[in-house]
Every structure is written in structure tokens, then in C-alpha cells.
């Protein structure tokens, strides 16, 4: 990147056109962050309770020794997304406690970042 070449941040929608600015000047930025780190068990837990306004990234830590699988409340091993040690995925919700988590063994840690 040179500073000067527009990078792709978004795609619309609509028309399918590449976004290389978003625009923040018709509405406010969100004053609250949200983070936390649990650790997975065998059995499908929530995330504790936190509002969101512009969704959460969740991460593996790159230290698990096994991968947990992410999920709604009927989340399993076979059914979640799986993020291995040291990935994170990001997720459009409005509540951490919408997230499941479970793994296989272990007792690895997913950490979040949102607001």
C-alpha cells in the first residue's frame, strides 16, 4: 500500500460496488467496548451478557491446544464454526450472550473484542 491507492473496505449490497470510505458523519461512533475471555468446556455455554451495537470479534487463543467451535444455543462440535488456535472470527449481533461456544477437550480460551 502506497497511502495514496483507496483500499476496498465493503462491498454494497445493492450494487455490488466496492466501498473504500465509509462515511461516519450521519451517525455516532459507538462509546462503549466490549471484551472478555472465557474458558470452553465440553457442554455448549453462552458468553456472558454484554450489549452490542456493531458486533464482536471472537479469537481462539494461538496457546489452545484444541479448536473451539462457535455457535447459536444448539451448538456441537460437529455443527459450530470451528476456530482453530490462533483465529478469530468476526459476528454481526447485538448480544455476546447470543454465542455459544463448546469444544471436543481441553480447556482452551476464546477472547472477544466488540462495541
Known amino acids: 500500500m ?8 465493503a462491498v454494497d449490497p445493492a450494487t455490488g460496488a466496492i466501498i473504500t470510505e465509509i ?24 458468553l456472558p451478557g454484554g450489549a452490542l451495537t456493531q458486533g464482536v470479534v471472537l479469537e ?15 451448538v456441537t462440535t460437529s455443527t459450530g464454526t470451528e476456530l482453530t488456535p490462533g483465529s478469530s472470527i468476526s459476528v454481526a ?12 477437550s ?7 473484542l466488540g462495541s
Do not use: E, H, M
Open 93 to 104: 449481533v447485538n448480544n455476546t450472550n447470543v454465542i455459544y461456544v463448546i469444544c471436543v
Open 106 to 112: 481441553g480447556s482452551p480460551v476464546i477472547t472477544w
Open 60 to 74: 481462539s487463543l494461538s496457546t489452545n491446544a484444541v479448536s473451539i467451535f462457535v455457535g447459536s444455543t444448539a
Open 23 to 46: 462515511d461516519t458523519s450521519a451517525g455516532s461512533l459507538p462509546g462503549t467496548i466490549r471484551n472478555g475471555q472465557q474458558t470452553v468446556t465440553t457442554g455448549a455455554v453462552a
Open 2 to 9: 502506497d497511502g495514496k491507492t483507496p483500499v476496498p473496505v
